[in-house]
């Protein structure tokens, strides 16, 4: 794994001459003190320049400075005459030279393919020196990488001033290395907290070594809700993923850890009604353009609301044949949203091949079946073809799962979805 270290060179160690209108090398310039209280760089001299020649020193890798012509010149100067550093001028290259410094664009460009060079696996960036926005643009760029890659940026170090250069301690300032790193952390973390309200999904790659918890909480609800794993999303994940949204006490993300807790808390709710909190994750997914995922919940929701219809006026018969099916939703829910199709003697039939004994008599069979919901047998216009809505929602569902939509538009299948929903609404919901 090759390393290499980024720095952005300035003009400490020179003086403006105002003659010739430039850059000198100061002979009288003094060394200052550098450390680094968290221990983020080994230092084994504490009195340099600045930081280029300490990082010469103290790092056995690439160097790669960015450089404008003056800060070159100064900076040879400075290692040759101050820091008796004669090895390492060839690592001024053109490639690294600004010619302008308000050429934004290109700057930018030099930063992005120095750091996106495939030669390197990781980087080390100081952002001590240089005019101010190099610096900038160089956070911006790392912003973009360390989102591609976490693992590319090992550091970011800044010489944060302790103590001023001034005549009175002999221009010898002093200097605390600290690392920036943890501040595109925050900034991968944030976004991720923002864009997760929006599309309930997480990029694989990201990694965060103080986060990490929270990062794989995401991604467990993540992979629950996608698959529909919605028994483990009510029992683990929900709970999970807010337990590390309340530990979250650093002050730049707490805004968006508290919003994404709020907005977990409130969309995942389970309701009294199986079918309703169903219902409300199949609009919730719909929002979202989840089409599949939305149109199983509301299919899922429809089964449901058939069983709990009829359930409320018999009750025992509905639960002899949650009890024949184990409880299993899926079942359960096959066998009330076939009922109004179904005759006794072909359940019976069909249970008896399966070796086992009719849960219920032929009388409670056409009781529940009388009970089935009346809105849902009625017929509803579909691009040109009437069905019933459970035809319908079943229809559709298997098109999409089996990717039969030839060349239907996306337009077209959100537009019929919506359409389903609606009519679900208006029939079981706000009729109930």
């Given at each position: ?12 160690g ?12 100061a002979?009288?310039t003094s060394?200052?003190f ?31 400075p ?54 390197y ?5 100081d952002?001590?020196?240089g005019?101010r926005h ?10 973009i ?5 976490t693992?590319?940026i ?10 001023k ?15 920036l ?8 973390i ?5 864009t ?5 999904t ?15 909480a ?6 629950d ?8 999303i009510f ?46 994750l ?5 929002e ?6 939305s149109?199983s ?5 429809l089964?449901l ?16 044949i ?16 076939k009922?109004y199709?179904?005759?006794y ?6 249970i ?17 079946k ?18 019933t ?20 538009s ?23």
């Open positions: 794994m090759k390393k290499a270290v980024i720095t952005i060179l300035g003009t400490i020179g003086r403006f001459d105002q003659k010739k209108k430039e850059f000198v090398f002979s009288n060394k200052s550098y450390y680094s209280t968290d221990k983020i760089i080994d230092i084994k001299d504490d009195k340099y320049l600045n930081t280029l020649p300490l990082l010469i020193k103290n790092f056995d890798c690439d160097i790669i960015i450089f404008t012509k003056d800060a070159k010149k100064i900076q040879l100067n400075v290692l040759e005459k101050l820091e008796h550093i004669t090895d390492k001028k060839d690592f001024f290259k053109d490639d690294y030279l600004i010619d302008d410094e308000q050429d934004f664009e290109n700057i930018f460009n030099m930063i992005h393919n120095i750091i996106n060079n495939s030669e696996d990781r980087f080390i960036i952002v001590t020196h005019f190099l610096p900038l643009l160089v956070l911006i760029e790392l912003m990488v360390h989102f591609q890659n693992s590319k090992e550091k970011i170090l800044f010489a944060k001033e302790d103590e250069p001034i005549e009175e301690n002999k221009f010898v300032g002093k200097y605390n290395f600290i690392d790193k943890e501040y595109l952390d925050l900034a991968n944030s976004f991720i907290l923002t997760f309200e929006k599309n309930y997480v990029a694989n790659h990201i990694e965060s070594e103080k986060y990490q918890n929270l990062i794989d995401l991604n467990n609800f993540s992979n809700l996608m698959a529909l794993n919605l028994n483990n029992e683990n994940s929900i709970d999970a993923l807010k337990d590390e949204l309340e530990k979250i006490d650093d002050v730049a993300i707490t805004t968006q850890s508290k919003k994404l807790y709020k907005h977990i808390d409130e969309t995942f709710k389970q309701l009294d009604k199986r079918y309703l909190t169903y219902y409300n199949s609009k919730e997914l719909f979202k353009n989840y089409m599949l995922i149109l919940l509301l299919n899922e929701s089964r609301y058939i069983k709990t219809t009829i359930k409320k006026e018999h009750k025992e018969i509905v639960e002899k949650e009890c024949f099916y184990n409880d299993d939703l899926y079942h359960i829910g096959d066998f009330f949203i009922l199709k179904m005759n003697n072909k359940f019976q039939k069909r008896e091949n399966s070796n086992r004994d009719v849960p219920i008599s032929r009388n409670e069979f056409n009781l529940i009388s009970k089935f919901p009346n809105n849902l047998k009625e017929k509803i216009n579909l691009n040109g073809v009437e069905n809505l459970i035809d319908h929602i079943g229809h559709k569902r298997n098109n999409l799962a089996h990717a039969n939509s030839s060349t239907v996306f337009d077209t299948i959100h537009d019929d979805i919506e359409r389903l929903i609606e009519e679900f609404e208006n029939r079981c919901i706000v009729s109930n």
